[in-house]
């Protein structure tokens, strides 16, 4: 493969240039890393404080598992540029825990660290996984990931969700087309940091532009927020078991089936890392990864937030500027523990115009689904194989768009197969170990 990296693995950029790097994945990140515990706040009616006093443990912990994911310690961290956040796969089992009067947050942190056993035992099987992901499964899954992914880019972009009343206005499309031209233009075009800090670039002139529209010549484009901001405190610091432990065990069940599941995405994320940053992603390397999620969900619990997974989104950012160095991903971790300490910086971050995000985003997740078609293009597209990669990018697909398949399931069975990186990670394992002619793969150690 063509060695397209500016910065390798191994490389250590300049402080300014890894500064800006890393702001760029602490952008594509905030969003998802604060959206679960405000989701899931908000269904417990939780007070304003105690959502910020969520908000603000997410992350300080996601920056403090992303340093250790990326930087590692002994056996433990993937040591690729990985960036950690609160995992959506858990949303549905903590409401369903926490909306038990008897039990509340407390339930769902003490579920969370007992059942966190699941993800830490595991990780001791990872050599074994790691040999059912030849390429036409690993390509599958890296794909499945992007297409995943791309439905959220695509909201991003029309500014909210579908049904709102100015989703894919005039005004929005400008916005989101006026950033992916100022990225793609940076990406084929610039040289130095001007390529590999093009997605940061590109969203920082978008929100300024959009200020200075609203602010400098009055037009009433509904898009910049300051509220967040003036409401934000300055300085907050996280509280240990501020609201202690229940352990009820329907939701420990719940909250273990969730963490299997993680595995499983967790596995393709990996592998996907593996593709954009072109580093072999051995099965060893693997159960240091999935050990670190396990015990930062662990930390997490403790820290009074919900678990973690690695963020897909970041993946896009390697693939799409070349800059695959761990040491940047691990100043990232950083700047989210700043975040997290320092609330109105994160708030700052919140204000960004969704149309601004979507921009960058359909980039970033685009780039994740040719690394797929990349990784597939090496694999011989035989009848055995072709089934392999439709049937389960299908199924995959079917759960992505159309969710409402798993309405009349019962709700366990919902938990485990809503995510379409899931349905179609199954299905490829599944297909690929039931037809004949099955590729062997030796674990790259």
Same mark, same amino acid.
Request: proline share 4%; glycine share 12%; net charge neutral.
């Given at each position: 493969?063509?060695?397209?990296?500016?910065y390798?693995?191994?490389?250590?950029?300049?402080?300014?240039?890894?500064?800006?790097?890393?702001? %760029?994945?602490?952008?594509?990140?905030?969003?998802?890393?604060?959206?679960v515990?405000l989701v899931?706040?908000?269904?417990?009616?939780?007070?304003?404080?105690?959502?910020?006093?969520?908000?603000?443990?997410?992350?300080?912990?996601?920056?403090?598992?992303?340093?250790?994911?990326?930087?590692?310690?002994?056996?433990?961290g993937?040591?690729?540029p990985a960036?950690?956040?609160?995992?959506?796969?858990?949303?549905?089992?903590?409401?369903?825990?926490?909306?038990?009067?008897?039990?509340?947050?407390?339930?769902?942190?003490?579920?969370?660290?007992?059942?966190?056993?699941?993800?830490?035992?595991?990780?001791?099987?990872?050599?074994?996984?790691?040999?059912?992901?030849?390429?036409?499964?690993?390509?599958?899954?890296?794909?499945?990931?992007?297409?995943?992914?791309?439905?959220?880019?695509?909201?991003?972009?029309?500014?909210g969700?579908?049904?709102?009343?100015?989703?894919?206005?005039?005004?929005?499309?400008?916005?989101?087309?006026?950033v992916?031209?100022v990225?793609?233009?940076?990406? %084929?075009?610039?040289?130095?940091?001007?390529?590999?800090?093009?997605?940061?670039?590109?969203?920082?002139?978008?929100?300024?532009?959009?200020?200075?529209?609203?602010?400098?010549?009055?037009?009433?484009?509904?898009?910049?927020?300051?509220?967040?901001?003036?409401?934000a405190?300055v300085?907050?610091?996280?509280?240990?078991?501020?609201?202690?432990?229940?352990?009820?065990?329907?939701?420990?069940?719940?909250?273990?089936?969730?963490?299997?599941?993680?595995?499983?995405?967790?596995?393709?994320?990996?592998?996907a890392?593996?593709?954009?940053?072109?580093?072999?992603?051995?099965?060893?390397?693997?159960?240091?990864?999935?050990?670190?999620?396990g015990?930062?969900?662990?930390?997490?619990?403790?820290?009074?937030?919900?678990?973690?997974?690695?963020?897909?989104?970041?993946?896009?950012?390697?693939s799409?500027?070349?800059?695959?160095?761990?040491?940047?991903?691990?100043?990232?971790?950083?700047?989210?523990?700043?975040?997290?300490?320092?609330?109105?910086?994160?708030?700052?971050?919140?204000?960004?115009?969704?149309?601004?995000l979507?921009?960058?985003?359909?980039?970033?997740?685009?780039?994740?689904?040719?690394?797929?078609?990349?990784?597939?293009?090496?694999v011989?597209?035989?009848k055995?194989?072709?089934?392999?990669?439709?049937?389960?990018?299908?199924?995959?697909?079917?759960v992505?768009?159309?969710?409402?398949?798993?309405?009349?399931?019962?709700?366990?069975? %919902?938990?485990?197969?809503?995510?379409?990186?899931?349905?179609?990670?199954?299905?490829?394992?599944?297909?690929?170990?039931?037809?004949?002619g099955?590729?062997?793969?030796?674990?790259?150690?």
């Amino acid at each position: 493969m063509k060695d397209e990296l500016l910065y390798h693995l191994e490389d250590k950029p300049p402080f300014s240039i890894s500064l800006l790097l890393a702001a %760029q994945h602490l952008l594509a990140a905030l969003g998802g890393i604060i959206a679960v515990p405000l989701v899931i706040g908000s269904a417990l009616g939780l007070s304003g404080a105690e959502k910020i006093a969520l908000v603000n443990a997410a992350l300080l912990v996601s920056g403090a598992v992303t340093f250790v994911q990326s930087r590692g310690i002994g056996p433990i961290g993937l040591r690729l540029p990985a960036v950690m956040g609160t995992s959506f796969t858990f949303v549905a089992s903590a409401i369903a825990i926490g909306s038990n009067e008897e039990y509340g947050v407390a339930g769902i942190l003490g579920s969370s660290l007992v059942a966190s056993l699941v993800m830490i035992i595991g990780s001791f099987f990872m050599p074994q996984i790691r040999k059912l992901f030849p390429p036409v499964v690993t390509g599958t899954v890296v794909a499945m990931i992007g297409l995943s992914l791309l439905p959220v880019g695509l909201d991003w972009f029309a500014g909210g969700q579908v049904g709102s009343t100015q989703y894919a206005s005039a005004s929005n499309l400008m916005v989101a087309f006026f950033v992916l031209f100022v990225v793609i233009a940076l990406t %084929q075009w610039g040289k130095g940091i001007f390529a590999s800090a093009s997605i940061v670039i590109g969203m920082i002139v978008g929100y300024v532009t959009v200020v200075v529209l609203e602010k400098g010549f009055g037009l009433d484009l509904g898009l910049v927020n300051f509220s967040g901001i003036e409401q934000a405190p300055v300085f907050a610091l996280p509280t240990l078991f501020e609201y202690g432990f229940a352990f009820p065990i329907s939701g420990i069940i719940g909250m273990s089936i969730a963490y299997l599941v993680t595995i499983v995405e967790s596995s393709g994320n990996f592998l996907a890392l593996g593709e954009a940053t072109q580093t072999k992603v051995s099965g060893q390397r693997m159960k240091s990864g999935i050990l670190c999620e396990g015990l930062g969900s662990a930390f997490a619990a403790l820290m009074s937030t919900t678990p973690f997974s690695t963020f897909a989104q970041n993946i896009g950012i390697i693939s799409l500027t070349g800059v695959a160095s761990r040491f940047v991903v691990a100043m990232a971790g950083i700047l989210l523990v700043l975040a997290g300490i320092f609330p109105i910086f994160g708030a700052l971050v919140v204000s960004i115009p969704l149309p601004v995000l979507g921009g960058a985003g359909l980039m970033m997740f685009a780039m994740i689904i040719t690394a797929g078609i990349q990784v597939l293009g090496r694999v011989e597209i035989n009848k055995r194989n072709g089934l392999v990669i439709s049937v389960s990018l299908g199924l995959g697909l079917m759960v992505t768009m159309r969710p409402e398949v798993l309405n009349a399931l019962p709700e366990f069975i %919902q938990v485990i197969f809503k995510s379409g990186i899931t349905v179609g990670s199954l299905s490829a394992l599944i297909l690929n170990l039931i037809l004949p002619g099955r590729e062997i793969v030796k674990d790259e150690e």
